[in-house]
């Protein structure tokens, strides 16, 4: 794979051909056996083939025109009748034989809604209306390790350095934790870099988050850019990830044994 921008890769061909991801470098942070276990750990199809409401969202918000042939609507159905229980079933089985993703009835309503909502806020609105380009993916080959890396952006824009994340949020309130336990700042850090590699300009990263939980009626939605702070960190946290498993790559040691520590509260009732 050459260093470039690439807008024809599919989406299961970017996570199964070659480079670093974001993601990767998460399980390097847990310990770089994880990365290896992910890349090598057998699937269970058949838990994954339950609706993912996030990439629904994404592919309604971002490529509107591709979200009939992924995804089918279910049938409006009385669940507590045996008419309804098997024409659902029905259509799940149609799905399934299509290899299609499928959404009830009362997820489409909820998906719609969550839509509607993103498209009422502004600054979101503007953004996902820009021309630009979605999921197009970026390779280039960091410097100082001469390791491939690779960023598949939701969305950035054509005529402006601007990065638009789409993520679907439980709760905004909790949205600076998902940050941190997500480690959404090094996607940012990480983004950037792809993005200033290719084009040669700093871009602005934003995350444009839509709750999945209604406030007052409504799917509350929020366009958010971190702070300076923050974005630092992630930068040195994606630098650090980045060493460590350049390090495994050219020592082919990837560990195995994590340290555990009991909880803080346990420690503290031993020392009392």
């Known amino acids: 794979m050459e260093p470039g921008i690439y807008h024809d890769i599919s989406n299961h061909d970017y996570h199964t051909g070659p480079g670093v991801s974001k993601s990767q470098l998460d399980d390097i942070a847990i ?57 659902e079933k029905q259509f799940l089985e149609r799905c399934k034989q299509a290899g299609i993703t499928p959404i009830t009835h009362d997820d489409d309503r909820k998906l719609n809604l969550m839509r509607d909502s993103a498209m009422a806020h502004t600054g979101a609105r503007w953004l996902l209306e820009a021309e630009g380009f979605c999921e197009s993916s970026i390779y280039w080959q960091d410097e100082e ?36 336990e997500f480690r959404y700042h090094v996607q940012d850090a990480m983004y950037r870099e792809g993005y200033l590699k290719q084009y040669g300009e700093y871009p602005l990263f ?40 350049h390090e495994c790559i050219a020592t082919g040691n990837w560990g195995g044994v994590e340290r555990l520590a009991r909880p803080e509260w346990a420690r503290r009732r031993d020392s009392l």
């Open 206 to 245: 934003v995350f444009i988050a839509v709750s999945e939980t209604v406030n007052c009626g409504r799917y509350p939605v929020r366009v958010f850019e971190l702070e300076q702070q923050d974005v630092e960190a992630g930068f040195n946290e994606f630098r650090k990830n980045l060493t460590t498993y």
């Open 31 to 87: 310990s770089p056996a994880i990365y290896q276990w992910r890349k090598h750990a057998p699937v269970d199809e058949e838990k994954t083939a339950a609706l993912d409401m996030g990439t629904a969202l994404h592919c309604l918000l971002l490529e509107p025109d591709e979200f009939s042939k992924r995804f089918e609507i279910g049938p409006e159905v009385n669940r507590r009748t045996t008419a309804g229980r098997e024409e």
């Open 145 to 180: 390790t001469e390791e491939l890396c690779r960023i598949r952006p939701d969305k950035f824009l054509k005529h402006q350095p601007v990065i638009a994340d789409v993520k679907k949020v439980a709760d905004m309130e909790r949205f600076a934790r998902h940050v941190e």
